[in-house]
């Protein structure tokens, strides 16, 4: 069974289309990315399968549940964690606050919320420096996120969503805006977290996506128009046509 | 850690020697109600413009039943810390649906709905006149008429209150509260429900309004009008960007600013806001940190210097 199911979803903005009739399995254990040009609805789809937006039309099942209008801090709970393709962190926070605040959130009892002090939560903290040890930034833990450079920041904004010990783990462009170098300490990281969560990745370096997807669906114009392996994406007349273009004829 | 509460101490045993036990009084009541806003304003980064409602109504409350019923002094404060976090609830609960300056301008509207109450329902408050002649009840033999005893008390429960307050924004709440202000959108995303989050810092600033609106009351034994109007609400905002809005310490600096000029200064020279308004432009052009940032930089220059 799907872990996360999409089911004729849809989003509209007045006239536009953002997301059109989108039917999406995610299975678990698996590596599922979504590509598609620019402006192809990816970010807003992963909007409504984590509640920032309520969907115009259809349903979204996780784990057999229709969390369909929950709102986004609630899903969150359920288990499904996301990165941001912006980086949204806490820019006067450390990046250990950073990632505190996101594994409390998901902790299992707010017990002393008022009056505990933080560093009294022992399990909290220590999920939080798992997270920022698992991207490599824990020798910074005590750096404000503010200050340092653009490609710890991705870092971070992946820790924070690690940091909460998800079941989903939605990616959204991790490797944005990063130098060559960066970006393959991110491909082994993303790497690294294979099979230990289920992940759904928005990407755009088709080099990542083809090394590391189990499975690839294809977004165009808001809606999908193939699903498969990395080699059966490849050859794939129509996708060719639509994405790469003229480039990989 | 300990400096600044050192430092807090020694101007709690001083300052009566200094100004009038009623100044001095005054000083440490006004530091709650700042730490009360500062909850909202420096650490969840909402700017309230009514905090004069939850103030005012404790007031009113509990100086009717102190008043009419003769309730203790302890009782009286348990009723302001009740009818400030209610009022907070109310009014909290309209404006956290809004952002931004409409959020704003809700604390103030609803401010001035509260302020119009008390203004019209004249035989419970008295109106324009205010509400005279709250007691202050005596309390295991100890007569609070004597200046001083009440200001040993008034001063206890300000060391109270910040004992409590610096356990707030050291706890979890205190850091989702920073994080729903550094970043809203990715707060929700985490898991919190931020309105919640608000309305929880809300409530706990009404508490703190309301607890110092009640030692007021008792402190000149009226309720002026004054009390739940917007120039008091927009005073404990501007005292505490005075201060600083960014430390738990701000607001208590700028209350003593504050009122010690204004209680001071002004019999000297009428014309006293103007020194105000010349510190507030100075504080906002260089010194965004109020008086905190501006001792801290200080502070480094001079270490530097050496």
Known sequence: MALLEARELSKSFGALTAVNAVNLRIEPGTLHSIIGPNGAGKTTLFNLLTGQFAPSAG????????????????????????????????????????????AFACSRSWRGLLWRRTESYAGVSAQARQALNDVGLIAKQSELAREISHGEQRQLELAIALAAAPRVLLLDEPAAGLSPEETRRMVALVRALKGRYTIVLIEHKMDIIMSVSDRISVMHFGSLIAEGTPAEIQRNPEVRRAYLGGMAA | MKQPLVLVLAAVVLLPLVVRHAIATEIWIFAIFGLGLNLLLGYTGLLSFGQATFFGSAAYVAGYLLKYYGIGIFTALGVGIGVGALSALVVGYLCVQRAGLYFIMLTFALNQLFYFIAYQWTSVTGGEDGMPGIPRPALLGIDFRQPLAYYVLVSALFLLSLWAMQRIVESPLGKILQAIRENEVRAEALGYNVPRFKLLAFVIGGAFSGFAGVLYAMLFGIVPLEAIGFVFSGNVVFAT?????????????????????????????????????????????????GVVEAWSRIWRFSKRAS
Do not use: C, K, M
């Open chain 1, 59 to 102: 349903r979204i099942l996780f784990d057999g549940r229709d969390i369909t209008g929950t709102r986004a801090h609630r899903i969150a709970h359920l288990g499904l964690a996301r990165s941001f393709q912006r980086t949204n962190v806490f820019p006067a926070f450390t990046l250990l606050d950073n990632v505190w605040v996101a």
């Open chain 2, 241 to 289: 960007l005075i201060g600083g809005s960014g430390s738990l310490y701000g607001p208590i600096i700028g209350s003593l600013v504050f009122i010690w000029l204004s209680e001071s200064v002004s019999v000297l020279w009428a014309r006293w806001p103007l020194l105000l308004g010349v510190a507030f432009v100075i504080v906002v052009l260089f010194f965004r940190g």
